[in-house]
């Protein structure tokens, strides 16, 4: 089935570091989006990218939805420790349905 | 605005009972909610789509008789977890969109412990 992998798995990082993260898929999409879950909670949205070569910030965070429309990427400038959580790309092409990236889990010391 | 409330937040049950799990949506109306699961340190998978006034479509390898939706109107679908047994310990959190091709918005979840 439809599978959307990201990179890396988990990094720790300090305070203020920048951080990138990306996610790859063997389908083409039309939507990426990236979502971030606090530890017991449910997914926020952060990003939505609908268009390919697409670049979207949102405060401290650029994505990019990638030209080939299998790949996004999602980076964090200045990092803080609030940042701290596991990040999910999430796409649903054309079936309304969401699919969620493995998740890449960031933690961020003071 | 675009918020879903999930009720309750947590739940504690005996092998063997059920337990039923709402999701609202508080300022708008959803003809359709998905039910998500998270097993710890994994991702989210989609267990099935409530359709507003008729029968909910499950993923494969979701069993419909032992995870039952109920969406009877357009602010509220609920997920009924019948004879749960240990294995069916997860976080389960439902999601909808506003209308159109609005990003869904998700619940806070329901982390069930059964024991």
């Known amino acids: 089935g439809q599978q959307l992998n990201q990179s890396p798995q988990s990094m720790f990082i300090q305070e203020g570091e920048d951080v990138s993260m990306n996610c790859t898929s063997s389908s083409i999409f039309n939507t990426w989006l990236w979502y971030k879950q606090d530890p017991g909670e449910g997914p926020v949205l952060l990003i939505a990218l609908y268009k390919a070569g697409e670049l979207t910030s949102n405060g401290r965070l650029t994505a990019q939805f990638g030209i080939t429309r299998k790949d996004s990427f999602l980076n964090i400038s200045a990092s803080i420790p609030s940042d701290v959580g596991i990040y999910f790309c999430?796409?649903?092409?054309?079936?309304?349905?969401?699919?969620f990236g493995t998740g890449t889990l960031l933690a961020v010391q003071p | 605005g675009a918020v879903v409330s999930q009720h309750p937040s947590w739940v504690i049950c005996k092998s063997g009972t059920s337990v039923k799990i709402e999701c609202r949506s508080l300022?708008?109306?959803?003809?359709?909610m998905f039910w998500y699961r998270q097993f710890p340190k994994q991702s989210l998978m989609l267990m099935a789509t409530s359709n507003e006034g008729s029968k909910a479509t499950y993923e494969q390898g979701v069993e419909k008789d032992k995870f039952l939706i109920n969406h009877a109107s357009l602010t509220l679908s609920t997920l009924t977890v019948t004879s749960a047994h240990p294995e069916d310990s997860s976080f389960y959190i439902c999601s909808a969109r506003p209308g159109g091709w609005s990003p869904l918005h998700f619940g806070n979840g329901t982390r069930l412990t059964v024991t």
């Open positions: 300022d708008f109306q959803a003809t359709t």
């Open positions: 999430a796409n649903g092409g054309a079936t309304n349905k969401l699919i």
